[in-house]
């Protein structure tokens, strides 16, 4: 069975910076992009940056310059490094991960539990 632990989240204030990290366990055969998304309360969930296997990003537009998303193919990790963080960031961040369980099989969504991140003075 697949898993998606998120860690890292917390209270900060504006200006600060904060490290999510997400390990993926369990039965892997082929791990593909991997992501984080966030979800504030009352909105939808959305893309803040996701990192393919080969190394390449992409950054939503409001986190651009301020977020980095890194990538430990060994160790089927992802880690989002957040700086400059204002309340606008507050929300539940998820861990996203496209995976593939056996040898030619389809790449299926998993996710985190979630980590909260909030951002206040």
């Known amino acids: 069975q697949v898993q998606l632990v998120e860690s890292g989240g917390g209270s900060v204030r504006p200006g600060d910076s904060l490290t999510l990290s997400c390990v993926v366990t369990?039965?892997?055969?082929?791990?593909?992009?991997m992501g984080w998304y966030r979800q504030a309360p009352g909105k939808q969930r959305d893309l803040v940056a996701d990192i393919a296997s080969d190394g390449s990003t992409f950054y939503k537009n409001s986190v651009k310059g301020r977020f980095t998303i890194t990538r430990d193919n060994d160790k089927n990790t992802i880690s989002l490094h957040m700086a400059s963080l204002g309340p606008e960031d507050t929300a539940i961040y998820f861990c996203n991960a496209k995976i593939s369980t056996y040898p030619y099989g389809d790449l299926n969504n998993y996710w985190g539990q979630g980590t909260q991140v909030t951002v206040s003075s």
């Open positions: 369990g039965n892997i055969f082929l791990v593909g992009g």
